[in-house]
């Protein structure tokens, strides 16, 4: 799963969306006010340093 950030473009509201990939569009809905209409923001990625060698 991951983290989705979005914004909505009708009252302003930044949220955030944890589901799969496929879900994405379909969970992206407002929470102040219910719009669709939302735009993805761009965040950065986590990752770990790879383990050190035994």
Same mark, same amino acid.
Do not use: W
């Given at each position: 799963m991951a983290i989705y950030e979005f914004t909505c473009k009708n009252c302003g $509201?930044?949220?955030e969306v944890t589901c799969h990939m496929d879900e994405?569009? =379909?969970? =992206?809905?407002?929470?102040k006010c219910?719009?669709?209409?939302?735009e993805q923001k761009? $965040?950065? =990625?986590?990752?770990s340093p790879p383990p050190a060698k035994y």
């Amino acid at each position: 799963m991951a983290i989705y950030e979005f914004t909505c473009k009708n009252c302003g $509201t930044g949220f955030e969306v944890t589901c799969h990939m496929d879900e994405r569009d =379909a969970k =992206a809905v407002c929470p102040k006010c219910g719009s669709h209409k939302v735009e993805q923001k761009l $965040t950065a =990625a986590f990752t770990s340093p790879p383990p050190a060698k035994y």
